[in-house]
């Protein structure tokens, strides 16, 4: 008998967890989210874990993910944390709904969610499946396909996470900012928060999630949002990865858009050792708009991957997306950037661009635009640019008595102006900036 | 102040300085004229340490240091400022986030502390004011979306701020309006003083209508061929390079 790959190994692991998981969920097993999680988990039996074969893996070893045996947070003691833990991850200077989440599973205590206005569900999955199952049945796993073996994994362990009701014609004006606080200083964790957020027709909202990382065992986070657009809804939806440097960041968010729905979606990438981002949506209306924007920013051994999708399902929509990725040491990005115009996607307007800089002479990135047309009569724009620091911009710098550091920061800065200040929270525009130059400070001391 | 002995300075293997020599007290303008392809940008970009130009030979002494010796920055630092022919945009950082680092930078050099946000304020609103460039103008990102006019305003803005010993200007005039040219003249004299000089690098004339040199260069070819005092720049006007080409034919004939 030949022995069991790693890849089997592991898949072997995470489907034994199954029972004692659904063991521990007592009066959560029973509910409307049963059959999602039995459909999860037909689905992991039947999936593997992708590999470098896997057209859409191609560039994105996961080996080292399964070097470890991660537990279910559900398994584990809980892991202490305190309102100064959270305050020290949080964006600040403007008024929000606070949710923290921790290893995934949500901690009132350390939430305050305020006031909403009338009708509106906000904070956790759980709380959502007893309050309004009607709602989880009805948008649960309706629109995201499970399509890999971590995302049938999330579902097959559907439990807690962020969940959000807007009805029809109703704005939540302050933000909601969502904290994810992951690891466990005694065990190896997975955390697997599920998201879920409906606004109905004429609605608007705006969510912040952050995943961040505390202390420094390995951990591993798997994502999976799924967001429901109605007529003319409006989202912004910011999504923070600042894991650990030893953390695991997979994550998948589906977005459905009805007509004259609009949907902007930030993803800014600090973190983790590896991280996995797939940002989807589905433009099923009419007069939709989707933007994408994402900055990611990564330095020793890290590798960011993105990989995103906009599918044209319906004419006269727009989509704009724009990735910008600084890469240092030996790091590696990759870029993969989808758009799907189908058939009857006439007058669809896409732009797509993905800019790349390379601090050093052995950071890496893979960009590769992916177009697949059906309809005639569109308009579809992509482009791919990698280079350094512009030399003359920095030595303009240097004239001026800047150290050479500090002008390459500040031309940093200045490469990813246009996607920072897309940001409509002005507030936090300056504290991303922030977070960029924690993370060249860091590399600044390793020079030394 | 400066001491340029015997220059010689080449870009991409291709030497375009052959020799240069001038000296240059505190209290004095001078101005290089010359023909395009002369190598008077070249001259201002080896002076402020551009990497992009390699130095095959000669020396140049500042204020007792061997220039050849210091990175661009620490030339800066020692009071020596570039403004370039070609400003660079840079979005996102604003003009006052730009000076306030640079003007930190050389403090920190010469052993000073940072300079309080009042009174940098305040220095900034008075050059500001010298050059009719308002707070709007000021805050906004480094050039970035600037006219050409404005470009070389904002150049003649951190000079100001900056307040080096040896100011270089690469054509500073180039691309400039009449009423530009003005504002940007009324500048740089607002900067002169007996402690510091001016070495400004321009085509034509026009320019020394309004910044008066002490003495005037010509360059052609890489080398020094005439030197005289404002005059010489009127005849420049009138007669053209030519004259002083065949002069130089004439030199390296005998």
């Not at chain 1, 109905?200 to 967001?227: D, F, P």
């Not at chain 1, 939806?237 to 953390?247: C, D, G, L």
Request: hydrophobic share 35%; aromatic share 8%.
């Amino acid at each position: 008998m030949s022995s069991l790959t790693k890849q089997q190994e592991s898949k072997k692991w995470y489907l034994s967890k199954i029972d004692p998981f659904l063991e521990h969920l007592n009066s959560d097993k029973n509910t409307c989210v049963k059959e999602f999680r039995d459909l999860g988990l037909e689905k992991m039996n039947k999936l593997d874990f992708p590999t470098l074969k896997d057209e859409e893996w191609k560039y994105t070893n996961i080996s080292p993910i399964l070097q470890h045996n991660f537990e279910p947070a559900l398994l584990t003691a809980l892991q202490e944390t305190d309102e100064k833990e959270v305050a020290k991850h949080l964006f600040k200077d403007f008024d929000f709904h606070k949710i923290v989440f921790v290893n995934g599973v949500f901690n009132s205590d350390l939430s305050s969610l305020g006031e909403l206005p009338s009708g509106v569900a906000a904070g956790n999955l759980r709380s959502l499946i007893h309050s309004h199952p009607e709602i989880v049945k009805e948008y649960l796993n309706k629109n995201s396909d499970d399509d890999n073996f971590f995302n049938a994994m999330n579902s097959a362990c559907t439990y807690d996470g962020f969940a959000l009701y807007v009805p029809e014609g109703k704005h939540v004006e302050k933000p909601f900012q969502l904290l994810f606080l992951n690891g466990n200083s005694s065990v190896k964790v997975l955390s697997q928060p599920r998201n879920l957020l409906v606004l109905g027709g004429r609605s608007s909202a705006k969510v912040i999630a952050s995943y961040q990382g505390l202390g420094s065992n390995e951990y591993l986070s798997n994502i999976v949002t799924e967001i429901y657009l109605g007529e003319e809804a409006v989202l912004d939806f910011y999504k923070v990865q600042n894991e650990s440097v030893n953390a695991f960041h997979i994550n998948k968010t589906q977005a459905f858009q009805s007509r004259g729905s609009v949907f902007s979606h930030y993803s800014i990438s600090f973190g983790s050792k590896i991280a996995r981002n797939d940002i989807n949506s589905v433009l099923k209306g009419t007069n939709c708009e989707c933007n994408l924007y994402g900055i990611y920013l990564s330095n020793e051994q890290q590798h960011i991957d993105n990989h995103t999708f906009v599918d044209h399902a319906s004419p006269n929509c727009v989509s704009n997306e724009l990735y910008k990725g600084i890469l240092d040491d030996e790091s590696r990005g990759v870029f993969n950037g989808k758009i799907m115009v189908r058939k009857d996607a006439q007058k669809t307007n896409a732009y797509q661009s993905n800019k790349s800089v390379l601090l050093s002479g052995t950071a890496r990135i893979d960009t590769k635009p992916q177009l697949e047309i059906y309809a005639d009569d569109v308009r579809c724009t992509h482009g791919a640019t990698i280079g350094q620091l512009d030399e003359t911009s920095l030595f303009y710098l240097r004239s001026r008595g800047i150290s050479s550091e500090i002008a390459k920061s500040m031309l940093i800065r200045a490469f990813a102006f246009d996607v920072i200040d897309s940001v409509k929270i002005p507030e936090i525009r300056e504290q991303i900036h922030t977070l960029i130059f924690e993370h060249l400070h860091r590399e600044i001391i390793k020079n030394d | 102040m400066l001491k340029i002995v015997n220059l010689h300075a080449e870009v991409e293997g291709k030497p375009i300085l052959k020799g240069i020599n001038l000296e240059i007290n505190k209290g004095e303008v001078h101005a290089i004229m010359g023909p395009n392809g002369s190598g008077k940008s070249t001259l201002a970009n080896v002076l402020s340490g551009n990497e992009n130009y390699q130095v095959t030979e000669g020396e140049i002494w500042y204020e007792g240091h061997n220039m050849l010796d210091l990175s661009p920055e620490d030339r800066a630092r020692e009071g020596v400022f570039l403004a370039f022919q070609y400003p660079v945009e840079i979005p996102g950082i604003s003009n006052a986030t730009l000076l306030k680092t640079a003007i930190n930078e050389i403090r920190k050099h010469n052993g000073m502390d940072d300079i309080s946000p009042k009174d940098f304020l305040a220095k900034m609103r008075e050059k500001g004011q010298i050059l009719g460039m308002n707070d709007l103008l000021i805050n906004r990102s480094v050039n970035s979306g600037f006219s050409g006019g404005e470009k070389k305003r904002n150049e003649i803005l951190q000079l100001l701020m900056l307040e080096p010993k040896l100011a270089l200007l690469d054509e500073t005039d180039s691309g400039l309006d009449i009423d530009a040219l003005k504002i940007v003249s009324t500048g740089v004299n607002s900067f002169r003083s007996s402690e510091n000089a001016v070495l400004l690098v321009t085509h034509y004339q026009r320019l020394l209508n309004y910044i008066v040199p002490d003495f005037v260069h010509v360059l052609s070819n890489g080398k020094i061929l005439k030197s005289g005092g404002k005059e010489l720049a009127l005849k420049l006007e009138d007669q053209g390079y030519d004259w002083i080409n065949k002069a130089e034919l004439e030199t390296e004939s005998v």
